[in-house]
């Protein structure tokens, strides 16, 4: 699904040599690249508050801890995501609530987020899934008028741009009180191992979220709050300071296959190629609303498995994001739920598929993926 090795080859001196300075500094923790690589991610994203975290797992966590969320507070989010937005809501003994999504964009529908309000609903955890923003605008509308937090799990999405309808744009994860991404190696921005970070514009609030992530000290071993154990280690930093000025071009590769990917298979009528949304009709040459974490097709009157089978068997990797609802997994089912209430998630676990993305294709490499997938189809 990634091609890790590739990029990293093109940046293996200088990643090689930030390691190795890390090691000679022994400066494991809170080296002088953790600071150097916040500072540059604050300016790449125009935010004022980058809190370098563990993963991030942590940094929906952390973000959730920060606000003062407190066991009962409702948070509404997807159904149809990773299960890590869910997992620590219910860690937390908050409440989840989750709803349905839309079909093109497979980000949290707003209809149903309407629905899903009440008195005790404290938070909404937009997921930026797949690379590119929930309708963010009517998002911090509902959360304006109901006084909630908007806490954007930008995991998928950072370097992504969302444009407001007065045309203004800001980036993903620096639009609600707070963002948190991950640098997991197969994210857009990944380090090699775990990383994440949490976003912020609010001064205070970044104040208490750096005291969080460090046991609840805001002076050395003195606990104001209960805090964790959530550090950005330095090798990680120093490797991802390194790569964030190459972001912009691994997200440019990555439309660049999109968009092959969506000429070959525009007008089959068995296929339907992502939507873009906000504004974005198409993917025009200077449109960065959508940074392709993944590049999901939707499927029509198309055995889904079989092509998932074919395409293993012909050496093509390729992946159902996500098999199952969250509402119908184990650790999260509740009677709470009417299956009624999320038919499009039904509908996409059983239709969606996946295709490789990532920043090094070969022309040939597509041809064949793209190739592969129509002869399936159109048999
Ligand atoms: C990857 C991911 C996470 C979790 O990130 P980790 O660094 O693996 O903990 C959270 N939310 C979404 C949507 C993700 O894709």
Same mark, same amino acid.
């Given at each position: 699904?990634?091609?890790?090795?590739?990029?990293?080859?093109?940046?293996?001196?200088?990643?090689?040599?930030?390691?190795?300075?890390?090691?000679?500094?022994?400066?494991?923790?809170?080296?002088?690249?953790?600071?150097?690589?916040?500072?540059?991610?604050?300016?790449?994203?125009?935010?004022?508050?980058?809190?370098?975290?563990?993963?991030?797992?942590?940094?929906? %966590?952390? $973000?959730? #801890?920060?606000?003062? +969320? &407190?066991?009962?507070? @409702?948070?509404?989010?997807?159904?149809?995501?990773?299960? !890590?937005?869910?997992?620590?809501?219910?860690?937390?003994?908050?409440?989840?609530?989750?709803?349905?999504?839309?079909?093109?964009?497979?980000?949290?529908?707003?209809?149903?987020?309407?629905?899903?309000?009440?008195?005790?609903?404290?938070?909404?955890?937009?997921?930026?899934?797949?690379? %590119?923003? $929930?309708? #963010?605008?009517?998002? +911090? &509308?509902?959360?304006? @008028?109901?006084?909630?937090?908007?806490?954007?799990?930008? !995991?998928?999405?950072?370097?992504?741009?969302?444009?407001?309808?007065?045309?203004?744009?800001?980036?993903?994860?620096?639009?609600?009180?707070?963002?948190?991404?991950?640098?997991?190696?197969?994210?857009?921005?990944?380090?090699?191992?775990?990383?994440?970070?949490?976003?912020?514009?609010?001064?205070?609030?970044?104040?208490?979220?750096?005291?969080?992530?460090?046991?609840?000290?805001?002076?050395?071993?003195?606990?104001?709050?209960?805090?964790?154990?959530?550090?950005?280690?330095?090798?990680?930093?120093?490797?991802?300071?390194?790569?964030?000025?190459?972001?912009?071009?691994?997200?440019?590769?990555?439309?660049?296959?999109?968009?092959?990917?969506?000429?070959?298979?525009?007008?089959?009528?068995?296929?339907?190629?992502?939507?873009?949304?906000?504004?974005?009709?198409?993917?025009?040459?200077?449109?960065?609303?959508?940074?392709?974490?993944?590049?999901?097709?939707?499927?029509?009157?198309?055995?889904?498995?079989?092509?998932?089978?074919?395409?293993?068997?012909?050496?093509?990797?390729?992946?159902?994001?996500?098999?199952?609802?969250?509402?119908?997994?184990?650790?999260?089912?509740?009677?709470?739920?009417?299956?009624?209430?999320?038919?499009?998630?039904?509908?996409?676990?059983?239709?969606?598929?996946?295709?490789?993305?990532?920043?090094?294709?070969?022309?040939?490499?597509?041809?064949?993926?793209?190739?592969?997938?129509?002869?399936?189809?159109?048999?």
């Amino acid at each position: 699904m990634v091609d890790l090795k590739g990029q990293y080859h093109k940046i293996k001196d200088e990643v090689d040599n930030a390691i190795l300075d890390v090691v000679a500094s022994s400066a494991f923790i809170n080296g002088p690249q953790v600071k150097s690589f916040q500072a540059n991610l604050e300016k790449y994203l125009d935010v004022k508050h980058v809190i370098p975290c563990a993963n991030g797992t942590d940094a929906l %966590q952390i $973000a959730m #801890m920060g606000l003062g +969320l &407190e066991q009962g507070d @409702e948070v509404i989010t997807a159904d149809f995501t990773f299960a !890590a937005t869910v997992e620590v809501i219910g860690l937390l003994k908050l409440t989840p609530v989750l709803v349905d999504v839309e079909k093109d964009t497979f980000n949290i529908d707003i209809e149903a987020l309407k629905k899903a309000i009440t008195p005790k609903t404290k938070a909404i955890v937009p997921v930026h899934l797949f690379g %590119q923003c $929930a309708n #963010m605008e009517a998002i +911090l &509308e509902i959360a304006k @008028e109901h006084n909630l937090f908007v806490i954007e799990d930008t !995991a998928q999405a950072i370097g992504a741009d969302y444009t407001f309808s007065d045309g203004t744009t800001k980036k993903a994860g620096t639009i609600g009180h707070v963002g948190t991404t991950s640098f997991f190696p197969s994210k857009n921005l990944g380090c090699y191992g775990d990383g994440g970070a949490i976003f912020t514009n609010d001064d205070e609030l970044a104040h208490i979220l750096r005291g969080m992530v460090n046991h609840g000290m805001y002076k050395r071993y003195y606990h104001d709050v209960i805090g964790v154990n959530s550090r950005l280690d330095t090798i990680q930093a120093a490797i991802l300071d390194i790569k964030l000025p190459h972001l912009d071009s691994y997200c440019d590769a990555r439309r660049d296959a999109a968009k092959y990917y969506n000429e070959a298979f525009k007008s089959s009528d068995k296929i339907a190629i992502p939507k873009m949304a906000n504004g974005c009709e198409r993917i025009c040459d200077d449109c960065t609303c959508h940074v392709f974490h993944q590049y999901t097709l939707r499927l029509k009157g198309v055995d889904r498995n079989a092509l998932h089978q074919h395409l293993l068997d012909h050496g093509i990797a390729n992946a159902i994001y996500y098999p199952v609802p969250l509402h119908k997994q184990k650790a999260y089912a509740d009677e709470r739920y009417i299956e009624d209430n999320f038919k499009v998630t039904n509908e996409l676990v059983d239709t969606v598929i996946s295709l490789p993305m990532h920043t090094e294709f070969e022309e040939e490499q597509l041809q064949n993926i793209t190739q592969t997938v129509l002869n399936f189809i159109e048999e």
